[in-house]
């Protein structure tokens, strides 16, 4: 059985989680996400598949 997950929909819905739970934390969790998506673009995102 092979599971094969995109890092993007996965970074979202981690953020979209984190945001609910704090919600003052949101430019922190905004930053990261972004961050983490630019470094998957940048590199290839065959580095964050699972």
Avoid: D, E, Q
Avoid at 9 to 38: K, Q, S, W
Wanted: charged share 5%; no cysteine.
């Amino acid at each position: 059985m092979n599971l094969h997950l995109n890092f993007g929909p996965l970074a979202a819905l981690i953020a979209g989680i984190l945001i609910l739970l704090m919600p003052r934390m949101l430019n922190l969790i905004v930053a990261i996400y972004l961050i983490i998506i630019g470094l998957a673009g940048l590199f290839g995102t065959r580095l964050f598949n699972f």
